[in-house]
């Protein structure tokens, strides 16, 4: 085989497939493959899919193979005619197909440990090119490639998780070539109640292009995360002092918004500041409809806080659940601050817990009026120091508006918990 | 602007954002794009994501704009430095760029609606391209971009769902162009309480590789899902006629099992069908959490039907609010036969509805024991004909263990729905 020995400093990483570029099935690898290569400090600087056709797919690798250092591909390596990784590397490295005896002699194994004869369709797997090495699948009858095109090594594994994610920590993994010292790390910072516009406003120019660390956002249904990224020849220690220096900024300038470090939900943060106090949570969801209780025990170990809800959809339920007055339902209509405030204190009673969160909105596509257009909803937050709401303008369809709901409703949750911090600490000092 | 007249028969989908490349988050909008245009009768033949680079960035937009007839691009639109979208676009079609008036309005509208003042750093996604025009973004800050390059459409949209799917349903799609006369038509059959091999297997020949109409399945959480597509130079009526006639014979295969034709998901058909009966439906949740009731609420419309829900997820609650004795928790445990029974029961004296779901599991990861280990699932139903209980063995991790029991549960509801219909009917003709 001929070797390189080019240092792994930028990756591509590609996927095969029609189900994938015509929308059918949802490319999750490229995303796996790329945490496992930032972790070994190689940077993935672009994901590429292609349909099961020969031509793109040489294309593609001979493209790669003059912008980065190290492709990883997966998919495309079946038993069936569609399959074509095989043939695309074979040409794209000028080379001709081969059997490889062992290959062969593993996936008639495989046929034999589940008691049958191997399909005369399979052979085809055991092929590569004459200058490239089979990497072995004990989990499948896909064998793996390890080719070189012109200085840049392509490893090609299966496309089924099953496959690929052990042929690739034990068989790619170890023949990847990070920069010796060189280091990626990456630190995440989710914050809350805070649009990013503000975020932006208030980091400054901690935010800069050229700053080492490098610091963005992205916002998502009503969570904003800052990432920080460190890389640089330097050692793991200096990388976390680097970013624990820059953590130190955010937070800083951010406050109770940045609720967790790291990819913790808002769910789970509220969760552990709830076991941090031993006080239990139980949620009154209306336009929500369950999510909110869902999110909350979405978080392993959740029980020891959470003690459950009331999905109160009906107004009837609203009354006869959670304790909702009439009155209340007919002068002020189901989605007010009135009802919020009443859902969130009777969940308290109803469920038997410290904080109660309520939900009443507008989820659409029907049911807005000019006071009260869809996006509309109200949060109630019942806790040991009161009770408080609040009023949310969303915009968009039925589900985001539910999502947002949802986020919103913890974001709340979690700055109360924290204003109460306030209210209590100030409490105290008066004393 | 330059117009271009060019048919849209190939089309690549670009995403943009370090966070997708780095593998932090998942793209998921490639394949939602790429469908669109399949139902539109464009062909996606790549997706590429690149960093948050402006040369990446720059260099993508160029080269696709020689391999395809249309770019759909999202992401990088958003307020902050880190942003490239309108860059990039400027500078791979020789433009520069200005600031639109009447986007700039409706980004300052946005926040007025939100009450507060626009936030300087704002103004920059009022930019595009001199000769591009802006698209306006009802739900977010970050208006879309029509340019083009060479004699390529590129539509830019935000990246945010939430943004995207609407503004490319309602603003790009009617700008799109697919060849006249060329249609792809594609149906999707639903099914549940049947494997895919099963389905294989009863499907036979209407399954084979070289059909037009081409038959498909994919399998995920308990729904599998039947792909029948139609492609080639044809009227609608004769590719609705071709889609009929595989329908009817898979139909004609799989009986009750296909629960709906085209995107409607379990939930709508449950509601759907208890919306023919005028029957009220309730749900009493434990290891779900409220999952249940948020599938069956994200139906538009469910409030004709959906009553509300418990989430009883201590035992205290199951007590209190669903009714089960507190000697059945005792005796059997709250994962158990005995236990989904009088939830599902209880649940409909406690919500006021002739149907009740109960999902009683253990999702792990704690609390599995031999006789009853991480992945034991029990669902009641409760309605008019009495109550029926299921146990579920699934295997996996916290969040699809409870995603698999939600869909357990509305299969198995609406399996009984039909069953009960077939009791009646039995019932009615014995008179």
Not at 42 to 50: N, S
Not at 149 to 170: K, N, Q
Not at 402 to 415: C, D, E, I, K, N
Request: proline share 4%; with cysteine; charged share 25%.
């Amino acid at each position: 085989m001929t070797q390189s020995q080019k240092v792994h400093r930028r990756a591509a990483v590609l996927s095969i497939g029609d189900e994938l570029t015509l929308g059918q099935t949802l490319d999750t690898n490229s995303k796996w493959v790329s945490e496992r290569l930032m972790d070994l400090g190689i940077k993935p600087v672009e994901h590429v899919t292609v349909p099961d056709d020969l031509d793109a797919h040489i294309r593609v690798l001979l493209r790669l193979a003059h912008e980065v250092d190290v492709i990883i591909s997966t998919g495309g390596l079946g038993p069936t005619a569609d399959d074509l990784t095989r043939q695309a590397v074979a040409a794209a490295s000028g080379d001709v197909l081969v059997e490889d005896v062992i290959s062969l002699e593993e996936i008639k194994a495989i046929f034999t440990n589940r008691k049958r004869e191997m399909p005369e369709v399979n052979r085809v797997q055991a092929l590569r090119p004459s200058r490239a090495r089979a990497i072995s699948n004990p989990h499948g009858t896909a064998p793996g490639i390890h080719a070189v095109i012109g200085d840049v090594d392509v490893f090609c594994a299966p496309g089924p998780p099953g496959e690929l994610f052990p042929m690739f920590r034990e068989r790619i993994s170890p023949l990847l070539r990070p920069e010796p010292g060189r280091l990626v790390r990456t630190r995440i910072i989710g914050c809350c109640g805070i649009g990013e516009s503000e975020i932006a406003t208030r980091l400054g120019s901690l935010m800069d292009r050229e700053r080492n660390p490098l610091v963005g956002t992205t916002a998502s249904g009503g969570v904003v995360t800052c990432r920080v990224r460190v890389e640089g020849m330097m050692s793991g220690l200096e990388a976390e002092g680097l970013l624990d220096e820059a953590e130190r900024g955010i937070r800083g300038k951010l406050g109770v918004h940045a609720f967790a470090t790291g990819h913790n939900s808002l769910a789970r943060a509220c969760v552990e500041e709830l076991k941090k106090r031993k006080q239990m949570l139980g949620v009154v969801e209306s336009c929500t409809g369950g999510m909110l209780g869902a999110a909350v025990t979405e978080v392993a170990g959740s029980s020891a806080v959470f003690v459950g809800g009331l999905q109160t959809y009906s107004n009837g339920l609203k009354e006869k659940l959670a304790g909702v007055k009439r009155e209340t339902l007919e002068k002020f209509g189901a989605v007010s601050r009135e009802v919020a405030r009443e859902m969130a204190v009777g969940g308290c009673a109803a469920l038997g817990c410290e904080w109660c969160v309520s939900v009443t909105g507008i989820a659409g596509p029907d049911g807005g009026s000019v006071e009260k257009p869809v996006g509309t909803v109200w949060i109630g937050i019942a806790g040991p120091h009161g009770v408080v709401t609040r009023r949310f303008a969303m915009s968009g369809e039925r589900q985001p508006v539910r999502q947002w709901s949802v986020t919103a409703a913890l974001g709340a949750l979690w700055m109360d918990l924290h204003q109460s911090d306030v209210k209590m600490l100030r409490e105290q000092e008066r004393r």
